[in-house]
């Protein structure tokens, strides 16, 4: 069982000539109201089912090219349970995702329930500071973040799970100060939004943050509002693989998950790549990184993100963190643009109305490597994340890439 808001719902066993041996069916979930899309994915997670969850605002024709690209035999929606002309056996017992295609198009991504519940233990094992706490899952529960991490965490630790249904924060921060010891599930942005309307002196109590690394800016904000905040760190294909258990540096993303192994650099100054194994196979986060002496997992960068300049690697990190040491700088993103000999240079757009461009390219001459300075500096009311707080880079480099104020 679990909580929808406050009201309590009992999850029953699925019925019907449609849920007759779900172990050998796969279904894709495609429903609107969070209680029966909740109720269907554990039922069917319970029975051994194949499980395909669809975020609700996907288009219903688009829902079903999606099942069939995932080789669902099973489509349910508002309309009932619809048999689906899928070519190859459908198998069960597996969890159903799709990456989130931001470096490419969206890829069919199936893992076992054994794998799950093994991220399960590992994940409670690993992580006993929240055993007291109140689990609040308000982001989609058709993601593994708010699904896996979330509710199913609370279940194997013995708790309901608190599950919002609105993107109200008004109603979140009134929810959580109703429960005890409440631990938030959310994005990054929400987080961002809730620790502006929380009063200093009646912080959130606990919240995890997931997705993307948190800005300086909104560390900061989130920070002070949150007693215990926390951070994990994984992928679609892999799940969650670290978990920092005391957020003090947001690129530290966590200590890696004991059912995994994990190897990257142990370097700072020479990041490599994130690859974790799970026992079965090799799977690159896309990620750069290193680990420290006691064992921390530090993010630097993703591997698409890193920008070439005649031959030496530039983190965007660096040339973003130096920007917002800057009195006035509110936020800051750098990223690669093309020169006229078709060769990577450092562009870089600022929130900060009364910081000059010029004033910015002096301060960054004193702390960072020629090479490693912005050829174009460009200021902007807001920069443009996206509502999960992540930022396009790319798509920042086309708006930009005409950008007048050159070093």
Same mark, same amino acid.
């Given at each position: ?43 069917? $997670? $319970? ?5 395909? @969850? ?6 219903? /024709? ?12 099973? %489509? ?8 689906? @002309? ?8 597996? %969890? ?45 529960? /058709? ?39 409440? =631990? ?29 690394? =948190? ?42 998950? /004991? ?28 990620? =750069? ?67 000059? @461009? ?50």
């Amino acid at each position: 069982m679990f909580i929808l808001n406050d009201r309590q719902v009992d999850i029953a066993p699925l019925s019907g000539q449609d849920f007759i041996n779900p172990e050998s069916h796969r279904y894709a979930i495609h429903l609107h109201d969070k209680d029966a899309v909740l109720s269907h994915i554990l039922a069917l $997670w $319970w029975a051994d089912a194949g499980v395909f @969850p669809i975020h609700p605002d996907i288009p219903a /024709t688009k829902a079903r090219d999606m099942a069939l690209q995932a080789d669902c035999d099973r %489509l349910v929606n508002e309309a009932g349970v619809h048999a689906l @002309p899928v070519v190859a056996d459908a198998l069960g017992g597996v %969890l159903v995702q799709m990456s989130s295609g931001t470096t490419g198009a969206p890829k069919v991504i199936t893992r076992t329930w054994d794998q799950v519940r093994r991220e399960l233990e590992s994940y409670v094992a690993a992580f006993p500071e929240p055993a007291d706490m109140t689990p609040v899952i308000a982001c989609p529960i /058709t993601h593994s973040y708010g699904l896996i991490a979330g509710v199913m965490v609370a279940l194997e630790r013995g708790h309901m799970p608190v599950v919002i249904d609105t993107l109200n924060p008004k109603y979140i921060l009134r929810r959580m100060r109703e429960l005890r010891a409440p =631990l938030l599930y959310t994005s990054p942005a929400m987080l961002h939004t809730l620790a502006a309307f929380s009063p200093a002196d009646h912080p959130m109590y606990g919240a995890m943050t997931s997705g993307t690394i =948190l800005s300086k800016p909104w560390f900061e904000q989130i920070r002070a509002k949150t007693t215990h905040l926390f951070q994990q760190y994984g992928c679609s294909e892999a799940g969650c693989i670290a978990i920092n258990p005391d957020l003090q540096d947001a690129a530290a993303v966590g200590r890696p998950l /004991t059912h995994l192994k994990l190897k990257t650099s142990k370097d700072p100054n020479a990041p490599a790549p994130i690859v974790v194994n799970d026992g079965q196979r090799n799977i690159d986060t896309g990620d =750069l990184g290193y680990l420290t002496s006691d064992g921390m997992l530090v993010f630097v960068a993703r591997q698409d993100d890193v920008i070439d300049v005649a031959g030496l690697n530039v983190y965007p990190q660096e040339v973003e963190q130096a920007a917002l040491a800057m009195d006035g700088v509110g936020d800051a993103l750098a990223f690669a643009q093309k020169d006229a000999l078709g060769g990577d240079r450092v562009g870089l757009v600022f929130e900060g109305s009364d910081v000059a @461009p010029n004033d910015l390219r002096l301060w960054l001459i004193e702390r960072l490597a020629p090479y490693q300075l912005p050829a174009t500096l460009h200021s902007v009311p807001r920069l443009p994340r996206e509502a999960n707080g992540k930022i396009n880079r790319r798509d920042v480099a086309r708006r930009f890439a005409e950008a007048e104020t050159t070093l």
